[in-house]
């Protein structure tokens, strides 16, 4: 049976708290895309009423990670291939804006601790304790966002950041080690280059490539997602 885990909730914003914790159980594989979402089952699993709960719930079905049903109660909302569409065009535009300024505005020193943290990267190829690199992969995008120095930019990726990881969650069950390092070489040299419309090239690629592939493993070879214009 698997271990009840212990969350220390504190008295002030505890539906925000709570929120966060059913987003990290999602993320985690506790909860799944089309999952019952039961109220008094995490009321009970985190010593607090159900209130806070269905406070967090509402909260959630507003970031459109959960769907409430009538006479059903709330589940997690099921990812249709449009929603990975949206997500997906939606990165394009942004990430690539992101990395073309990130090209003139990130610091030598930014680019050279990027690298480092690359290298070490690629010393967890061989490292048996590390199963993947989805995480690192997410940090080096997540690290161009900032890079940009656009507020407003990384205020639009925090709004759809968990969309983001719930997609590279499913997708990075079906990738490699070797295959995060190899493909996220490219924006780091893109970085390197300084050449802004390279960089803005390669990141459209990149995400596109992504998405294909999430289709593909999605069994989804309907021509109709491939013609769609690629924004």
Same mark, same amino acid.
């Given at each position: ?10 008295? $002030? ?5 709570? &929120?966060?914790?059913? *987003? $990290? $159980?999602?993320l ?7 999952? #019952?979402?039961?109220? @008094?089952?995490?009321?009970?699993? !985190?010593?607090?009423?159900? @209130?806070?709960? =269905? %406070?967090?719930?509402? *909260?959630l079905a507003?970031e ?7 006479? #059903?109660?709330? +589940?997690? =909302? /099921?990812? %249709?291939?449009?929603d ?5 065009? !939606? ?9 073309? /300024?990130?090209?003139?505005?990130? &610091?030598? %020193?930014?680019?050279?601790? /990027?690298?480092?943290f ?5 010393? *967890? ?6 199963? &993947? !690199?989805?995480?690192d992969s997410?940090f ?12 407003? !930019?990384?205020?639009?990726?925090? @709004? ?14 079906? &990738? @490699?080690?070797?295959?995060?390092v ?11 280059? =300084? ?17 294909? %592939? ?6 989804? +070879? ?10």
């Amino acid at each position: 049976m698997r271990e009840t885990k212990k969350f220390i909730i504190e008295k $002030q914003n505890i539906s925000d708290e709570i &929120s966060e914790i059913i *987003k $990290q $159980q999602i993320l985690e594989g506790e909860l799944n895309p089309g999952d #019952r979402i039961i109220e @008094t089952k995490i009321a009970k699993e !985190l010593n607090v009423s159900q @209130t806070p709960v =269905r %406070e967090a719930i509402r *909260k959630l079905a507003g970031e459109d990670i959960v769907t409430i049903i009538p006479n #059903r109660g709330p +589940s997690v =909302r /099921l990812l %249709e291939m449009e929603d990975v569409f949206e997500i997906y065009s !939606l990165r394009a535009v942004y990430e690539s804006l992101a990395i073309r /300024l990130a090209v003139k505005n990130a &610091s030598d %020193e930014d680019v050279e601790n /990027l690298s480092r943290f690359y290298e070490n990267m690629k010393v *967890k190829l061989n490292d048996n304790s590390v199963s &993947s !690199l989805l995480q690192d992969s997410h940090f080096l995008h997540q690290s161009i966002i900032y890079l940009s120095k656009h507020k407003k !930019l990384i205020h639009m990726y925090k @709004t759809i950041s968990f969309q983001i990881s719930l997609v590279n969650r499913i997708l990075g069950s079906q &990738s @490699t080690k070797q295959k995060e390092v190899d493909q996220h070489w490219e924006l780091l040299d893109a970085l390197i280059r =300084r050449d802004p419309d390279h960089a803005e090239s390669v990141m459209k690629s990149h995400i596109k490539r992504s998405y294909f %592939e999430f289709a593909a493993i999605n069994g989804e +070879s309907d021509a109709a997602f491939k013609q769609k214009e690629w924004f």
